[in-house]
């Protein structure tokens, strides 16, 4: 199995819905306070839907769009909260960055396949050459962001930001430390790549919205010090939006996320409610 798979597989939380009862009853309850009846909405980056209780949110809108891009935790999120053949209901297969799951299997590939070629004996600095001009090739297919959208009368995004590029990081960490090798180099090249890919992709929500954007990002780790890659930079261009006056904040609220108790990562999510202007 390509790496890239065995890491979506690993993205799969234990007990994950139960353990989230309480953060998503109450995020359910926020998004759908603001909802004006009979709305068209779309949840970005859905997954498994564990934050949110699809189900209840259903009698609320005129159509409820789920957009990620594993068909596989649409289907499941499809299926837990009974919404298989629902006709207001339409499942949408799509990576946020306009790549596609060939593009992250071919990366992993190729370094894999580099790894093979000596193993522990690799040398990292054509291991790096290789992890480099794999990720350019990433990035210039992001070039070409097309999320597919329509346009919606609200549009949610909950704990996004932050897995915008994480599987191209992960992927790497996992072979360097297959190797037991440390590199900064391509991690430095993600984060500098952030704020422009966080830009564009609100640049694409925004337009794809009437009404309301209903963003979540992680304001930080209970009881810990440090900022999320991805969310910080998001809740910065967020601000930038609404200097430029393409947003309106309306109201926000800080939600407590048990992402995963048993390995005490807890996040204190603020989720923030704007008008599109």
Not at 108 to 129: D, H
Not at 201 to 207: A, N, R, W, Y
Request: charged share 25%; proline share 1%; aromatic share 6%.
């Amino acid at each position: 199995m390509n790496l890239y798979d065995q890491l979506l597989q690993l993205q799969v939380i234990p007990n994950a819905y139960s353990e989230w009862k309480e953060y998503r009853e109450d995020l359910t309850d926020y998004i759908i306070s603001h909802l004006e009846w009979n709305q068209s909405v779309a949840i970005v980056g859905i997954g498994r839907g564990n934050d949110i209780d699809l189900e209840a949110l259903l009698p609320y809108v005129k159509k409820l769009i789920l957009i990620d891009k594993d068909e596989q935790a649409l289907l499941a999120a499809s299926k837990q909260y009974h919404l298989t053949g629902k006709s207001k209901v339409e499942l949408i297969s799509q990576d946020l960055l306009g790549l596609n799951a060939e593009d992250y299997r071919r990366y992993a590939e190729r370094l894999v396949g580099e790894l093979r070629k000596k193993g522990m004996n690799t040398s990292m600095e054509v291991l790096l050459e290789v992890a480099i001009q794999e990720f350019n090739q990433l990035v210039s297919k992001m070039k070409l962001i097309s999320l597919g959208y329509k346009v919606y009368d609200v549009t949610i995004a909950i704990g996004l930001h932050s897995q915008l590029l994480s599987m191209i990081e992960w992927i790497w960490q996992v072979v360097l430390q297959t190797i037991g090798k440390q590199d900064t180099t391509l991690r430095t090249a993600i984060i500098e790549l952030t704020p422009q890919v966080i830009c564009a992709f609100h640049e694409q929500l925004i337009e794809a919205t009437k009404s309301k954007l209903i963003i979540g990002c992680e304001l930080g780790r209970k009881n810990r010090t440090g900022t999320v890659q991805g969310a910080i930079q998001g809740l910065e261009d967020l601000t930038e939006q609404r200097k430029l006056g393409k947003l309106g904040r309306v109201e926000e609220t800080i939600l407590e996320w048990p992402f995963n108790r048993a390995s005490d990562i807890v996040y204190n999510m603020l989720i923030q409610v704007d008008e599109v202007l």
